[in-house]
């Protein structure tokens, strides 16, 4: 399903889900008529702008909010001219399992939306680099985040887009065993080495996050 206000921009990227396969069940133009096609129909996934009528500010991340309460098995990919911040942490807050925020600009290089929808769509995540530099911003005085090297932190960053080793190994052009050892060194700066019962990666983004 898919939430955005602009009647051009909705219909373009109807078309672009249809022609790469994807069943779009509804497209509509304000959170409230999202919410109630959720409800009657529980999509794989939604995609949704965070500006939507009637006040223009942040009704689409709040209904990205109360689908992800409500149903937590409908993946959700937040799309925004902006980084709402406080939002988007909270929409960070709990799983990221099924979770993305990317900026609009974005979904003018065709490829890379369609790469974080499919990511988001099979459980994964993926945020954009700017949200989470900004997020990163907003919290980078917490410890023991200041622990960690500046490659470190860069491997992290990519860790909170979504990213596997194996894409972190290729995008930092270094081999996978280096971007494996950094993960474990983060991990054990961030007290992550023993955990059990969790995603280790899931608690680093949490912690690098400021949740």
């Not at 129909?41 to 992800?68: C, F, K, Q, S």
């Amino acid at each position: 399903m898919l939430a955005e206000d602009s009647a051009l921009l909705r219909e373009g990227l109807v078309r672009l889900l249809k022609e790469e396969g994807h069943d779009v069940l509804a497209a509509v133009g304000d959170a409230d008529a999202l919410l109630e096609a959720v409800a009657g129909e529980r999509p794989e996934a939604v995609v949704v702008d965070v500006r939507m009528p009637p006040t223009h500010t942040d009704e689409g991340l709040r209904a990205a909010l109360e689908i992800r309460r409500c149903w937590p098995e409908v993946k959700v990919l937040v799309l925004s001219q902006y980084v709402e911040k406080k939002y988007a942490t909270e929409l960070m807050s709990g799983s990221i399992d099924g979770v993305g925020y990317l900026l609009k600009d974005r979904v003018a290089q065709v490829g890379d939306f369609l790469d974080a929808l499919d990511r988001v769509g099979a459980g994964g995540t993926a945020f954009d680099p700017e949200v989470v530099r900004q997020l990163l911003a907003r919290t980078s005085h917490a410890d023991p985040l200041a622990r960690l090297t500046a490659r470190e932190r860069e491997v992290l960053e990519l860790m909170a887009q979504g990213l596997t080793n194996a894409s972190i190994a290729q995008t930092l052009h270094v081999s996978q065993s280096a971007v494996e050892k950094h993960v474990n060194a983060l991990f054990d700066k961030l007290a992550l080495s023993h955990t059990t019962g969790y995603s280790r990666r899931v608690l680093a983004v949490l912690r690098y996050l400021g949740s």
